[in-house]
């Protein structure tokens, strides 16, 4: 598609999509972790995940990734869904606040932009460079307005910081390899290579053992279907038909837009300086944004 033609409709409508199902799935995952250890619930998540896509599959017959685009495609599910994921999920067992958790998370678009022009050639402006501190600034008041960031956890904090290292360069390499094919079977794949490891580990260092409850249920049931499919597929999407560094700088609104969320679904309050956060935030991905 040349530089000329018009973006699909959908994609304009993408980043908003994408960022109320991200930030959601925070306080759904918080829900699902009252009733399963971590790696239970990703376990279980990813299992049924792949549940929903094999009948699509035998239907679709889509083109399946081979050789080194199979690679590709599996290493960008493992960075993502396992260590980004993962080790959130364990950074919040492990007693780090979520505060904590966030401000680490937060540098990504900061990160990604440092790495950007030596993994994807892109040139980082001084107009977005300007963007990025300001939504990084909008993010940090965000979460200083829910609570007071302490460090709780010496190996929470270690988990939430490869985390960010997960979800930096997941982006990253998604990328550089190109991307490209059925989101169906590009989804089958990553998420096999995610369960082919949390999986194993879930039953080596877990108590497996599930509440299963109405809202154990409607919580795995929004972290499949809106998570793990809906919001996967658009951020992949926006990373193969943009520049990472402006796609990255969209996990600035996640930590203003989930406490927004979590007012009503958690009981939550969102004092004043969450509202200006997320206002300062609002404005740097937009500069950030801007063509």
């Known amino acids: 598609m040349s530089a000329l033609s018009p973006r699909p409709g959908w994609i304009l409508a993408a980043p908003v999509i994408f960022l ?28 049924l995940t792949l549940l929903v896509l094999l009948p699509l599959a035998l239907v ?81 008041l965000a979460v200083l307005g829910r609570a007071s960031v302490s ?20 982006t990253l390499y998604e990328k550089r390899s190109g991307g490209g094919g059925h989101p169906v079977a590009v989804n089958l794949v990553q998420y096999a290579a995610a369960l082919a490891f949390c999986l194993p580990a879930a039953l080596l260092t877990e108590e497996t ?3 299963w409850t109405p809202g154990f249920l409607g919580a ?25 560094s402006r796609v990255a700088s969209l996990f600035y609104l996640v930590p203003p837009l989930s406490a927004l969320i979590a007012w009503p679904l958690l009981g939550e309050a969102v004092p004043p300086l969450t509202w200006a956060g997320m206002g300062l935030a609002a404005a740097g991905v937009a500069l950030v944004a801007r063509r």
């Open 20 to 47: 109320i199902l991200w930030s959601a799935g925070f306080s759904v995952a918080k829900i699902a972790l009252a009733h399963a250890q971590p790696l239970t619930v990703l376990a279980l998540r990813y299992g």
């Open 60 to 140: 679709l017959r889509p083109a399946f990734p081979r050789g080194r685009a199979l690679v590709d495609v599996a290493v960008v599910g493992v960075l993502i869904q396992v260590v980004y994921f993962g080790l959130c999920y364990v950074a919040f067992k492990a007693g780090a606040s979520a505060g904590t958790v966030a401000v680490i998370v937060c540098l990504q678009p900061i990160l990604t932009a440092l790495l950007a022009p030596h993994w994807s050639g892109e040139r980082i402006g001084r107009r977005a460079w300007a963007g990025l501190v300001l939504g990084l600034g909008g993010a940090v």
């Open 151 to 170: 460090i709780e956890s010496p190996f929470g904090l270690a988990c939430a910081a490869v985390a960010l290292l997960g979800i930096t360069f997941g």
């Open 209 to 211: 053992a599930i509440a």
């Open 220 to 244: 795995m049931a929004y972290l499949v279907l809106g998570n793990s499919l809906l919001a996967m597929s658009l951020l992949l999407a926006m990373i193969r038909r943009g520049q990472v």
